[in-house]
């Protein structure tokens, strides 16, 4: 059985940042794409970015320049890096690994960043 667990949010203000981590539990493989989700209060999850197995990384608009998602296979493990954080970054970051045939969620972990 996989879990994902993330860690790393927290609270900061306009401006910092915050490293985010998934770590993965269980036989994961390597051949998948890693992907951050958030969701914001009272709106739908949304992708923030994604790294395949190749390294291919994909960005929201939103997240360009600011965010670098990254992983390590070795440790089963994927990142993101969030620099220039805005209050608008605020909300559940979730981490999710998606294969062949399965995708496995975290429970999320809380980002607020005030102004």
């Known amino acids: 059985q996989v879990q994902l667990v993330e860690s790393g949010g927290g609270s900061v203000q306009a401006g910092g940042s915050l490293r985010l981590s998934c770590s993965a539990t269980g036989r994961i493989g390597t051949y998948n794409v890693w992907r951050w989700y958030r969701q914001a209060p009272g709106k739908q999850r949304e992708l923030a970015a994604s790294i395949s197995q190749d390294d291919r990384r994909n960005y929201a608009e939103y997240a360009k320049g600011r965010f670098t998602i990254s992983r390590d296979d070795a440790k089963k493990m994927g990142y993101l890096e969030m620099n220039s954080l805005k209050p608008e970054d605020t909300g559940v970051y979730y981490c999710?690994?998606?294969?062949?045939?399965?995708?496995?969620w975290g429970q999320g972990t809380q980002v607020t960043v005030s102004s």
């Open positions: 999710s690994v998606r294969g062949i045939e399965y995708v496995y």
